[in-house]
């Protein structure tokens, strides 16, 4: 099995994992409710996607 000749230096480690940085999650606003949810999902708090009821919604609490 092949092993490494030289210890690999901290700049190539750090080249090689620059990809994999967390980037922020993508918000869109609901079209019917105004909330925000996750795109191409269904709106968790009306329960519509893409012009159509999907899920009943339960009463809101007070």
Do not use: D, F, W
């Not at 409710?33 to 009821?53: A, D, F, Q």
């Amino acid at each position: 099995m092949p092993v490494p000749k030289y210890r690999t230096s901290r700049s190539k480690v750090r080249m090689r994992r620059s990809h994999q940085a967390m980037s922020a999650l993508t918000v869109s606003e609901c079209p019917h409710c105004h909330e925000p949810k996750l795109p191409h999902r269904v709106c968790p708090h009306c329960g519509y996607y893409n012009g159509i009821e999907i899920i009943a919604a339960s009463k809101k609490e007070k």
